[in-house]
């Protein structure tokens, strides 16, 4: 017994000390991964050198993870950090948190500047690829290539009632020359279906092609038992060249690939010019024959965009003082120092990288990272977590609301994506990390997510219930309006609603229950069942089983409102009016202008999002309007450190038109107006121009600022501060009705509408 204790012990040592061992890799790697985020954020975001504007800073983000993930000291950590920041930023310098100021200004100040240029990053919240929206950045002074979001592309259109049910691929080579993240080559797949819907999609966005070499893709996909048709081609994503050849399309059978005969797949077509075999999408971008690049034959054809360097002038009037420096802790052993001022002469920014270094380092993101960005590769998440952190961590405007602790949830999240995960899993983690922003527009959207239908009915929330509001399809007899669903799949429905609400974004309570309700609880894949266990009004327990047969779309065409609605525009009582805002397009209204200006009262239904219709407003008062104040943050300064320059110059100025409304006005809104409703709702709250029923809007408002993930994902948030007319907050808070009207479970059953009832009842009062 004496020696099997021993033994025992012994074996309980060895196996404390693995852990210990375990533990400290896991530290390390967390350590490691944390500062090189960090730097990330600061490098791509605010150090001015020409050099950091050149690379993909997707890839790059991927490829450092790579290389400081096994470090396996504070030193090798600072090595790897040097090697792969210092080619793009010269006047970087990383040191131990305890070393002593040292940075001479001399390394990168020249001694005369009277005939240089200042450069700084200037951002007025950040620009992130979108070129539609209100968001910008810049360096200050220089001649930078102007992005275009926008693409070029060649197609082709197949029957297809040969292949329904046989899986396809495309084939082809491609050799691309683009340059900066939002530059890409693709080919593309697609499978459209009888009813409308679409049916297999890939078009490369989470692998696109930047390779500068003769390289052979593919895609392969099902072409659904009711599809109509077969689309493939293959596009230029932004500005550059990208040369395509053999692109040739197959269906499998028994087991073997045959190709699809299709017209001039070699583009060796001698006619080509004159009557040409591929058309292109946009006059923008140039197609065209080449004999100069081809991988097989005699010709391949030319995608291609030049863009022209524009000059950077100011956005606003702050600006780093000369010679500023910045400090930032990287982890508990590491801090960085970098200018947030450089000077340019007319060959760019001083100091310079060596320029055959620098393109050696270009050249190695590319080789170094798989030419797939899966999310399936620890690398590639760590790297959407490096990237969507720094993002919100410099720029995000309501933390200050929000009371998140940004720094305390990035270990959190390196430590989730480090694990041994798939895409799917990696998909909820991204959505967790988004949910801590506590922002109603964020989401994260995933190229392979299929949980996208529904069964055929409408949830709602009444009375701290989860019940049927609506039955879309009137065949379906065994569940009744009006009953409480209390567990879905065999999981009781409260419990599903806790799970859930981790992976969501919200401001509010109310827009909480609006995800939950629309997009959540009961949607799946496509044709996959649910099931519903159900009580009724006298007690009993029943379930049903349910097909998810209606696509998110068919379903917001069908009636997504879970009460009932009169039309658009109509009389619903003797000179009393309905307008759903949700609906009815402007000029709609118009149309009906003098009728409705004369009625005894009208009712504006705000429970969704407007139609472009807000000019309504104007109709409604005898002063100019003016909607929230929409704040932009202007910063020059990393991790939110600056004293905020907001740029309020986008609000809604809106002049009285005619004709007045004479009658009583009532608007209805609840949890489900957002963003632009809420926009439309609080001019109404601010200048007193209708009485306001129903329940508080979702209380997240602004311009969002959407940006992609490698591997395939996409994430919207809040990037603007909107406060109310009086300065008071609207984050987590909305509009607050005047009177408040919840959803009972006895008018759900009855078919009636109890903010309707209400509106109908003060407009009749008022007689």
């Known amino acids: 017994m004496k020696n099997l204790a021993i033994t025992f012990a012994a074996l309980l040592l060895i196996a404390l000390q693995s852990y210990q061992v375990s533990s400290q890799e896991k530290q390390r790697h967390l350590s490691n991964t944390e500062a090189f985020t960090k730097l990330y954020g600061y490098i791509r975001f605010f150090h001015p050198s020409d050099e ?67 450069v700084y990053w200037q951002h007025s919240g950040v620009f992130l690829g979108n070129y539609n929206n209100v968001y910008r950045s810049c360096r200050v002074n220089t001649l930078e290539v102007q992005q275009v979001s926008d693409f070029g592309s060649i197609s082709r259109l197949i029957d297809a009632n040969k292949y329904l049910g046989k899986k396809i691929r495309l084939k082809g080579f491609v050799k691309a020359k683009v340059n900066g993240a939002s530059n890409s080559a ?28 003769w390289t052979e893709y593919e895609i392969i996909g099902k072409v659904s038992a009711d599809a109509s048709k077969i689309i493939y081609g293959a596009f ?57 690049e081809k991988y097989s034959g005699q010709k391949s054809i030319l995608i291609s965009r030049s863009i022209n360097s524009e000059p950077q002038l100011k956005i606003f009037e702050k600006e780093p003082e000369d010679g500023e420096l910045f400090t930032g802790v990287l982890n508990s052993e590491l801090k960085c120092t970098f200018p947030l001022v450089l000077y340019a002469d007319n060959k760019g920014t001083l100091p310079r990288t060596d320029s055959v270094m620098l393109s050696s380092f270009m050249d190695s993101l590319i080789t170094s990272t798989d030419r797939i960005m899966s999310a399936n590769n620890r690398n590639v998440r760590l790297a959407d977590i490096c990237i969507a952190w720094n993002i919100f961590q410099h720029f995000y405007p309501y933390f200050e609301i929000t009371g998140t602790n940004w720094n305390e949830v990035l270990p959190k999240f390196l430590e989730l994506a480090a694990e041994d995960i798939d895409e799917m899993e990696f998909h909820n983690v991204l959505r967790k990390l988004i949910a801590e922003l506590k922002d109603g527009h964020g989401r994260v959207g995933f190229s392979k997510n299929i949980t996208r239908n529904y069964p055929p009915i409408i949830i709602d929330y009444a009375e701290g219930k989860v019940v049927v509001a609506k039955i879309l399809d009137a065949k379906l007899n065994n569940i009744v309006q009006g009953d ?39 949607n799946g894949k496509d044709d996959s069942e649910v099931e519903l266990t ?20 068919q379903l917001l065409k069908k009636d997504l409102y879970q009460e009932y609605r009169p039309a658009e525009i109509s009389e ?14 402007m000029d709609a209204i118009d149309s009906m202008i003098v009728v409705l200006s004369g009625a005894k009262g009208v009712i504006f239904d705000m429970r969704g999002y407007p139609r472009g219709n807000h000019d309504i407003l104007s109709h409604l008062s005898d002063t100019p309007l003016r909607s929230a104040f929409f704040s932009i943050d202007n910063r020059i300064h990393p991790d939110r450190t600056d004293n905020v320059e907001l740029d309020t110059s986008s609000r809604w100025n809106m002049e009285p038109l005619k004709p007045r409304f004479k009658g009583k006005i009532v608007f209805l809104t609840n949890r489900n107006a957002i963003s632009y409703a809420e926009s439309v709702m609080g001019i109404v709250e601010a200048y007193d121009l209708g009485i306001i029923i129903g329940e508080p809007t979702a209380g997240t408002n602004g311009n969002v600022n959407p940006f992609k993930l490698p591997g395939g994902f996409h994430v919207t948030w809040t990037g603007m501060n909107v406060v109310k007319h009086d300065g008071s907050v609207h984050h987590g808070v909305g509009i607050i009705p005047d009177i408040i009207v919840k959803r009972t479970v006895k008018a759900i059953r009855e078919g009636r509408d109890e903010m309707m009832e209400k509106a109908l009842e003060i407009i009749e009062d008022n007689e």
């Open 52 to 118: 950091a504007q050149k690379i993909d800073w997707e890839r790059f983000a991927v490829f450092g993870m790579q290389k400081v993930y096994d470090a396996g000291s504070t030193e090798q950590l600072r090595e790897a950090l040097i090697k792969l920041f210092l080619p793009i930023a010269p006047t970087l310098k990383i040191d131990s948190v305890t070393a002593f100021p040292g940075y001479e200004k001399t390394s990168f100040m020249p001694p005369d500047v009277s005939n240089l240029k200042k």
């Open 186 to 213: 693709h080919l593309w797949l697609r499978v459209d279906l009888n009813n409308g819907k679409m049916g297999f999609f890939e078009n490369m966005d989470s692998r696109p092609i930047i390779l500068n070499a």
């Open 236 to 292: 230029l994503s932004g500005a550059g060249d990208m040369w395509i050849d053999e692109l040739r399309l197959y269906f499998e059978e028994n087991g073997e690939w045959v190709e699809i005969p299709t017209v001039d797949a070699d583009f060796e077509n001698p006619d080509f010019r004159s009557n040409p075999t591929w058309n292109l999408n946009n006059e923008k971008y140039r197609l065209e024959q080449t004999e100069k």
């Open 484 to 522: 409480e669903i209390i567990k879905i799949d065999g999981t009781d429905v409260k419990e599903k609603m806790k799970d859930l609400s981790g992976c969501i974004s919200y401001a509010s309570s109310q827009w909480l229950m609006t995800r939950l309700l629309n997009e959540e609880l009961i």
């Open 534 to 553: 159900l009580r009724s009004e006298k007690g009993d327990i029943y379930n049903v089983v349910l097909k998810r047969d209606i696509y998110i779309e």
């Open 572 to 585: 619903v009582k003797n000179n009393i009016y309905y307008v759903n805002l949700d609906r009815a397009k």
